[in-house]
């Protein structure tokens, strides 16, 4: 009996903490910033225990756990309440892996001549005169193309791109023509490059 009246209060325990942690999601969302606080003095200790089983540095650590809250923020309206708890964990744990990714992309060195000394860090003089004499010959080519195809290859290079339904309607080119239009359009250039 008494085994079962403690199991009772462990649920009502266990239910009362979710209530109060989705209650202050939804206070939170509404803007109250104490609610907000007190979400994250409940939570920090898991976020932080999520990014030390993964063994990040401290930085990268602080690092993933201010994404994470930052990510909360963003998508708070969208969160179930009841599940903050898991869909904080989910979330640490791909910021914990986006950073670790990072990591290996990175090469990390100690000393600073080590790319000094690699043979062809440097583009040579005669390197940016070759690349700017290209870029003089890509516009050449470029201004042979007929206008139409000048235009359309300008709003595709803008960055960003226009949208198929602007270039259509800027130009008069049905959508479904605007990809076969540009391959044509680069065919011609290479061909006038190769030249």
């Known amino acids: 009996m008494v085994q079962h009246l403690s199991a009772e209060n462990g649920a009502d325990s266990a239910t009362t903490v979710r209530s109060e942690a989705a209650t202050l999601v939804i206070q939170a969302a509404s803007g109250d910033q104490g609610s907000w606080s007190r979400l994250v003095d409940h939570y920090a200790r898991l976020v932080w225990?999520?990014?030390?089983?993964?063994?990040?540095?401290?930085?990268?650590?602080?690092?993933?756990?201010?994404?994470v809250w930052?990510?909360?923020?963003?998508?708070?309206?969208?969160?179930?309440?009841?599940?903050?708890?898991a869909w904080l964990v989910v979330t640490t744990r791909r910021e914990c892996l986006r950073v670790l990714a990072f990591r290996k992309?990175?090469?990390?060195?100690?000393?600073?001549?080590?790319?000094?000394?690699?043979?062809?860090?440097?583009?040579?003089?005669?390197?940016?005169l070759i690349a700017l004499e290209r870029a003089a010959d890509v516009r050449e080519a470029l201004e042979t193309l007929p206008d139409r195809w000048q235009q359309l290859l300008g709003m595709l290079m803008?960055?960003?791109?226009?949208?198929?339904?602007?270039?259509s309607q800027k130009?008069?080119?049905?959508?479904?023509?605007?990809?076969?239009?540009?391959?044509?359009c680069l065919d011609k250039l290479r061909l006038l490059l190769a030249s």
């Open 158 to 167: 803008a960055d960003p791109p226009a949208p198929y339904a602007e270039i």
């Open 49 to 67: 225990a999520v990014t030390r089983s993964f063994r990040l540095s401290d930085s990268d650590a602080a690092d993933v756990s201010q994404m």
């Open 105 to 128: 992309r990175v090469l990390l060195t100690y000393e600073s001549t080590t790319f000094e000394e690699q043979p062809g860090d440097q583009p040579e003089l005669d390197a940016d």
């Open 171 to 184: 130009i008069g080119i049905p959508i479904g023509s605007i990809g076969p239009i540009r391959g044509r």
């Open 70 to 85: 930052l990510r909360l923020l963003e998508h708070i309206h969208r969160v179930d309440p009841e599940r903050v708890g």
